[in-house]
């Protein structure tokens, strides 16, 4: 059974940081390609950063600069440093991963809230 568990969400001020978890189980993880994505209300989902097997990272230009993509294979997770959040960053976010041919799993989300 594949299980994607996301961890790390909380409140926090504008300016502050979080990091997000994301720890995988019943995946060849190494071998994956891994995700975050958000979805603020009322908004369609959208990709905040991606890793692939090998290490290529990807970001979101609102977010470039500020978060950074990471994984431990020995762990089988994937993390998302948030650094200088503002309020726009408010959502919930969600990890993803899978193979280029598919299947392509998702996590339950986890809420993330800027805010003074």
């Known amino acids: 059974q594949v299980q994607l568990v996301e961890s790390g969400g909380g409140l926090v001020q504008p300016g502050g940081s979080l990091r997000l978890s994301c720890a995988a189980s019943?995946?060849?993880?190494?071998?994956?390609?891994m995700g975050w994505y958000r979805q603020a209300p009322g908004k369609q989902r959208e990709l905040v950063a991606g890793?692939?097997?090998?290490?290529?990272?990807n970001y979101a230009d609102s977010v470039k600069g500020r978060f950074t993509i990471s994984r431990d294979n020995a762990k089988k997770t994937v993390y998302l440093q948030m650094n200088s959040l503002k309020p726009e960053d408010t959502a919930v976010y969600f990890c993803?991963?899978?193979?280029?041919?598919?299947?392509?799993?998702w996590g339950q989300g986890t809420q993330v809230t800027v805010s003074s």
């Open positions: 993803n991963g899978g193979l280029p041919i598919g299947p392509w799993y």
């Open positions: 019943g995946i060849s993880f190494s071998i994956y390609t």
């Open positions: 890793i692939t097997s090998g290490g290529s990272t």
